[in-house]
């Protein structure tokens, strides 16, 4: 081999390997929805992979669904938390039963993003689903867990009246499901119906008493629950789709960066319900920082 050409050797190799070393260097853009949660799960997942020793660039609470995920498709960004559940509307099987279990609707989604190169990771046991709520006072006194409680004590007499949207109200996969797979129902004078669809204003009626009201609709991981005391009526029979919070990440990074599973793993496996009703709580009705809550939670992990 003439000279030249050894020489061309290790600059070629310099080249290759420099370009990979390059690659496995850039940092990994973390994305969020823009909600509350969004910003909890972002911190989260972004200041538990900057610990891991995994560069992070920061585009959090980017936008609602649709915004976050084409630009995850796109490869704008990299990692962001998305919600199990939502497999119904990205792959238009909204009727199929599998999003009402929490296991078949994670491999279903999961399975179907694989094959265009997005990976879903470990998901929290938290289920943010559309959900019915009771006053603490009300659930401590009657025994209210869950649904099926709900319906005995309704049989039973009990005192009840309801906080909710229209859109929960007579959406026949809500408040109609519910009553249909429970056998209960609730009469007029026992639903407060809100304009809009916001839970804090649910929420916020039935902690008050407002009207006599003493549950409303609400979403599994809202932040109000834990603060003004209110029970989340569990949905044994599973009525509604289940939306379990996990990071979605592109594949070609997590092959740059087989670590991001191992550091993320044991956090979501740390986001019960009450969790992170609790941490959202600290920053919807607390004020806290979002950054400054993940912090302090992250550090209580390590311990």
Same mark, same amino acid.
């Given at each position: 081999?003439?000279?030249?050409?050894?020489?061309?050797i290790?600059?070629?190799?310099?080249?290759?390997?420099?370009?990979?070393?390059a690659?496995?260097? #850039? &940092?990994?853009?973390?994305?969020?929805?823009?909600? %509350?949660?969004?910003?909890?799960?972002?911190?989260?997942? *972004?200041?538990r992979?900057e610990?891991?020793?995994?560069?992070?660039?920061?585009?959090?609470?980017l936008?609602?669904?649709?915004?976050?995920?084409?630009?995850?498709?796109?490869?704008e960004?990299?990692?962001? &938390?998305?919600?199990?559940?939502?497999?119904?509307?990205f792959?238009?099987?909204? #009727?199929?039963?599998?999003?009402?279990?929490?296991?078949?609707a994670?491999? %279903?989604?999961?399975?179907?993003d694989?094959?265009?190169? @997005?990976?879903?990771?470990?998901?929290?046991?938290? !289920? !943010?689903t559309?959900?019915?709520?009771v006053?603490?006072?009300?659930a401590?006194?009657?025994?209210?867990?869950?649904?099926?409680?709900?319906?005995?004590?309704?049989?039973?007499g009990?005192?009840f009246?309801?906080?909710?949207?229209a859109?929960?109200?007579?959406?026949?996969?809500?408040?109609?499901?519910?009553?249909? *797979?429970?056998?209960?129902? @609730?009469?007029?004078?026992?639903l407060?119906?809100?304009?809009?669809?916001?839970?804090?204003?649910?929420?916020?009626?039935?902690?008050?008493?407002?009207?006599?009201? !003493?549950?409303a609709?609400?979403?599994?991981?809202?932040?109000?629950l834990?603060?003004? #005391?209110?029970?989340?009526?569990?949905?044994?029979?599973a009525?509604?789709?289940?939306y379990?919070?996990?990071?979605?990440?592109?594949?070609?990074?997590?092959?740059?960066?087989?670590?991001?599973?191992?550091?993320?793993?044991p956090l979501?496996?740390?986001?019960?319900?009450?969790?992170?009703?609790?941490?959202?709580?600290?920053?919807?009705v !607390?004020? *806290?920082?979002p950054?400054?809550?993940?912090?302090?939670?992250?550090?209580?992990?390590?311990?």
């Amino acid at each position: 081999m003439p000279r030249s050409g050894l020489r061309l050797i290790p600059l070629l190799a310099a080249l290759v390997f420099g370009s990979a070393s390059a690659a496995a260097a #850039d &940092p990994v853009v973390v994305s969020s929805k823009i909600d %509350t949660e969004g910003a909890v799960l972002g911190n989260l997942i *972004a200041l538990r992979l900057e610990r891991g020793g995994v560069p992070v660039e920061q585009r959090l609470q980017l936008g609602a669904t649709n915004i976050v995920r084409k630009a995850l498709i796109a490869g704008e960004i990299d990692l962001y &938390p998305e919600y199990t559940g939502n497999g119904a509307f990205f792959f238009d099987q909204a #009727d199929s039963p599998v999003w009402n279990s929490a296991d078949e609707a994670y491999q %279903t989604v999961r399975e179907r993003d694989a094959e265009q190169g @997005l990976i879903w990771l470990h998901p929290a046991s938290a !289920n !943010n689903t559309w959900a019915m709520s009771v006053r603490g006072d009300l659930a401590r006194a009657n025994g209210l867990r869950s649904l099926d409680d709900l319906a005995r004590y309704l049989a039973a007499g009990g005192d009840f009246k309801f906080a909710a949207s229209a859109e929960f109200v007579e959406s026949p996969s809500a408040l109609p499901a519910f009553q249909k *797979a429970y056998g209960f129902k @609730l009469e007029p004078a026992q639903l407060v119906v809100l304009s809009g669809g916001n839970t804090a204003a649910t929420l916020r009626a039935a902690a008050q008493g407002t009207n006599g009201v !003493n549950a409303a609709m609400s979403y599994g991981t809202d932040g109000g629950l834990a603060a003004l #005391d209110l029970q989340v009526l569990s949905d044994p029979r599973a009525v509604q789709p289940v939306y379990q919070p996990a990071p979605l990440v592109r594949a070609e990074v997590l092959a740059a960066y087989p670590q991001i599973e191992t550091l993320l793993r044991p956090l979501f496996a740390a986001l019960s319900l009450e969790t992170l009703q609790r941490l959202n709580g600290e920053v919807a009705v !607390n004020g *806290a920082d979002p950054r400054q809550v993940a912090e302090t939670f992250l550090d209580s992990l390590e311990q």
